[in-house]
């Protein structure tokens, strides 16, 4: 049963540009979380998603991001005009009916 | 505000030096405590969910354990390969209930 899955693992972008982060749940699961590191920090929240809803977004800034997660194919965080303060690592996580969220290898975003 | 405090934040140990890792909380209405381990350029990978004080879980040589206000992961009789950062997340029960509130982690390197 193949697991979270992530791309791109790396992506580079100059200032300005935008971002388009894809993640695929684990098999049969239909929640589907965001979350960002930046370096030498935690783990922070940015938004929780259901099949073609967002069900929490309190944690993703209200300007230049965006997720959805279609009825069809991956989940996409979006990040527009990237600015040298959104370069960082990017997990999405996936679970069913039990709490346990389950981790992709996230994407690392540099902005240059 | 919900929080969670990891300590220390690094710690150094010798093949086989057992030692216990600690991760303090304060957050309204717990739903369960999570640990995961982190390598380096990778996801977050699940280890244990612990939902009610006096809980305990244990796993190859780490056992973690849950009171009302902090866990800890014991680690005994360590080896090279337990070098990782481990990270403890609650997930709170009033508004929060969907996200995952992490600690800093704390880094752990044992040596041969």
């Known amino acids: 049963n193949a697991g979270v899955m992530q791309n791109p693992r790396h992506l580079v972008r100059r200032r300005g540009q935008e971002a388009r982060l894809r993640c695929s749940p684990m098999?049969?699961?239909?929640?589907v979380y965001w979350y960002r590191q930046l370096p030498e920090e935690g783990l922070k929240f940015m938004v929780y998603?259901?099949?073609?809803?967002?069900?929490?977004e309190s944690g993703m800034p209200k300007e230049r991001f965006s997720a959805e997660f279609p009825k069809e194919g991956p989940s996409i965080l979006r990040i527009q005009q990237v600015v040298r303060g959104d370069s960082a690592a990017y997990f999405c996580?996936?679970?069913?009916?039990?709490?346990?969220?389950?981790f992709g290898p996230g994407t690392r975003l540099l902005v240059l | 505000e919900d929080q969670v405090t990891q300590s220390p934040e690094a710690l150094r140990l010798q093949e086989g030096e057992s030692s216990s890792l600690n991760c303090s909380y304060t957050v309204s209405g717990l739903r369960g405590l999570f640990w995961y381990r982190q390598d380096p350029g990778k996801g977050p990978e699940f280890l244990f969910t612990?939902?009610?004080a006096g809980e305990e879980k244990e796993k190859e040589r780490l056992k973690a354990t849950l009171t009302k206000k902090e866990s800890f992961l014991h680690i005994t009789a360590p080896k090279p390969e337990d070098s990782a950062t481990y990270l403890c997340?609650?997930?709170?029960?009033?508004?929060?209930?969907?996200?995952?509130?992490f600690g800093a982690g704390t880094r752990l390197a044992v040596h041969p």
């Open positions: 612990l939902y009610s």
């Open positions: 996580a996936s679970k069913e009916v039990s709490e346990t969220q389950y």
């Open positions: 998603l259901q099949k073609e809803n967002i069900i929490d």
């Open positions: 098999k049969g699961h239909s929640h």
């Open positions: 997340a609650v997930q709170a029960g009033s508004g929060g209930y969907n996200k995952l509130i």
